[in-house]
């Protein structure tokens, strides 16, 4: 029986997706909120659309940075 290896740079690359995503689940609900705090404010409808594109782009990485590191851990 063969055993599997990790392949280092794929988990590395796994990794940095994660971080990426760890700063975007950080930073979308904070200009959320901020967008939400100044409904008078002639800028609360840009920063609320990009606050809500950075929230699903932080899943987005969060998805995507588990699946590099499986993949790295179990080649197909």
Known sequence: METSKTD???????VKTL???LLSLFMGPILLSVALSNK??????????????ISAFAV?????????????????
Do not use: D, H, V
């Open 8 to 14: 280092k740079k794929i988990l590395a690359k796994g």
């Open 19 to 21: 971080i990426f995503a």
């Open 40 to 53: 008078e404010k002639p800028l609360y409808i840009p920063i609320l659309i990009i606050g809500c594109l």
């Open 60 to 76: 987005f990485l969060l998805f995507k940075g588990i699946k590099i590191i499986m993949n790295s851990m179990f080649k197909k």
